[in-house]
């Protein structure tokens, strides 16, 4: 194959180009992003955690790449002597029916293959995370942090060492089909691929419906606020405290992070955006909106989720709720602990027209074309797994050399 190209200069599209540079899938590999810079959104505003597959219903496909991603993306860490620690978690229940989901996220966990899984009570917890206040926790050895971003960076370098290419500053506009070849238009003129992977992240959506493609789900954002810990409440956490999350919403909930460059942050709650890549609690986008709003899907999925709809977002605008959400694992944290300075991220989440929230990665795919099109956490941890899964996609001509 003479050129692919990638469309989306996140961590997944940062990862699917430098294996098929490896695994020379093409002679010409073309990273397209429409920012001055790759990695701008999801993948260098989230937790920063390393996922091992703990939550993902066995066989799916997030259960399968979040655990063959940790394992290749510590071994990348590792390799190119990027920031990581595999500090181990816990998950706390703090009444008894979240004790009753913690044992079936503990089964999942077996069936997924976790390995060291640990039921904690008492002073077990205590021993973990002295300031933690549960029932019951289920501690996490494999999971861990890391700096995404330097992976990031580092995957940018070894797609320009090995000879390809990384375009900025060019968003793709369209793709069209002619005669088998796949064209994409960009505002420097059309380039000719023989095979497209659509990465965009919380556009891809957009990216698939330009290529002509009708997909049933639509990118809803959530943007998911972080709060800092001052120093003066640091000491409450040593590692990762997570709570039990509710089954079914892919969000984990609001959760301690120790992150690896220093500080601890708690969120990111899970609020309805209108903007997609807007970042404060006021940014709205008038065409972001629109799709928002004129999507049949949203109104279902508010049916069906009232509750959490509302809370997520007075948790969002009053401090006082996130504090007593915080307290619920923590019961010494005080208002004067956590400050509003930990940034905040937007999660592209798929919604189906029947207002379910899409639990698993997502994939269309047309001739010459596969377009991404649910990918949010652990998407960052699984991304060179994910990366192997789309070019093993790709149909193999006889004739390729
Ligand atoms: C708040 C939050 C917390 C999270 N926590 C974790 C975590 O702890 N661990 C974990 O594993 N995962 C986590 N995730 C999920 C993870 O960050 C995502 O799954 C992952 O970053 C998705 O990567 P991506 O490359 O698909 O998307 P992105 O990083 O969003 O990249 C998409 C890229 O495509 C570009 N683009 C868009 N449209 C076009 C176009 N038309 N042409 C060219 N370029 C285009 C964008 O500019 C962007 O650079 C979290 C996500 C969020 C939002």
């Not at 699917?16 to 959104?41: F, I, M, N, P």
């Not at 807007?278 to 508010?302: A, H, K, N, V």
């Not at 989720?305 to 709720?321: A, C, H």
Request: net charge positive; hydrophobic share 40%; charged share 20%.
């Amino acid at each position: 194959m003479q050129r692919l190209v990638i469309i989306g200069g996140g961590i997944i599209g940062l990862a699917t180009a430098l294996k098929a540079a490896r695994q020379k899938v093409a002679r010409e590999v073309v990273l397209l992003e429409k920012d001055a810079s790759t990695g701008g959104h999801q993948s260098s505003h989230n937790s920063g955690v390393l996922h091992c597959g703990l939550y993902y219903k066995p066989g799916s496909l997030k259960a399968k790449l979040a655990v063959e991603g940790i394992r290749e993306m510590v071994a990348f860490c590792g390799e190119y002597r990027i920031p990581h620690d595999i500090c181990g978690k816990i998950v706390l229940a703090v009444d008894e029916p979240e004790v009753v989901r913690l044992r079936d996220l503990e089964a999942r966990g077996t069936a997924n293959g976790l390995r060291g899984l640990q039921w904690l009570e008492g002073s077990a917890i205590r021993e973990v995370e002295p300031h933690a206040a549960g029932l019951a926790a289920l501690r996490v050895p494999e999971e861990g942090i890391v700096d995404y971003s330097a992976v990031m960076r580092k995957m940018a370098e070894l797609i320009l060492a090995a000879g390809h290419q990384i375009r900025t500053n060019a968003p793709a506009l369209g793709i069209r089909s002619s005669g088998g070849r796949q064209i994409v238009s960009t505002p420097q003129g059309d380039i000719e691929a023989d095979f497209v992977i659509n990465c965009a992240g919380l556009h891809c959506d957009r990216v698939a419906r330009s290529a002509g493609l009708r997909p049933e789900s639509r990118i809803i954002p959530f943007r998911g606020d972080y709060w800092k810990l001052a120093p003066a409440g640091s000491h409450l956490v040593k590692h990762l405290i997570y709570p039990v999350p509710d089954p079914t919403l892919p969000f984990l909930g609001v959760h301690f992070t120790r992150m690896i460059g220093g500080g601890i942050e708690a969120g990111p709650n899970a609020v309805l955006a209108f903007k997609r890549e807007g970042y404060r609690r006021t940014d709205i986008s008038p065409r972001d909106s629109w799709e928002t709003l004129t999507f049949p899907g949203l109104y279902r999925f508010l049916k069906k989720y009232p509750g959490t709809t509302w809370s997520e977002l007075k948790n969002s605008f009053s401090k006082k709720v996130f504090l007593k959400n915080l307290q619920r694992l923590i019961p010494e944290i005080r208002m004067e602990h956590i400050s509003r300075e930990g940034g905040s991220g937007v999660r592209a989440q798929a919604i189906h027209h029947d207002g379910s929230l899409l639990m698993d990665f997502a994939l269309e795919q047309k001739p010459g074309q596969i377009h991404l099109l649910n990918a949010p956490s652990p998407g960052a941890t699984a991304s060179l797994a994910i990366a192997t899964y789309l070019l093993a996609q790709m149909p193999k001509p006889a004739t390729d050399k």
